[in-house]
């Protein structure tokens, strides 16, 4: 879906899900979170959007991914 439908970004929380599932989508920079509580957080970037960050920050309520894009 996400190859078919090409959206700037996609996040999706509580994944819980195996990295090798989305690690491959063509011309998506990949990060995922760390998994603490509730399955960590997945986000894919497109690449003409040209992501240079990715971070991680945990908070008590949760968990945010962050991309710097250009």
Known sequence: MI???KPDYVCLSGTWACP???VNVGNY???QSPAQ???GVILLVNLALRPKCFMSITMPGG???LA???
Do not use: R
């Open 3 to 5: 190859e078919e439908q």
């Open 20 to 22: 090798k599932t989305f």
């Open 29 to 31: 920079a990949f990060y």
């Open 37 to 39: 509580h509730a399955g």
């Open 63 to 65: 968990q945010t991914v």
């Open 68 to 70: 710097t894009i250009t």
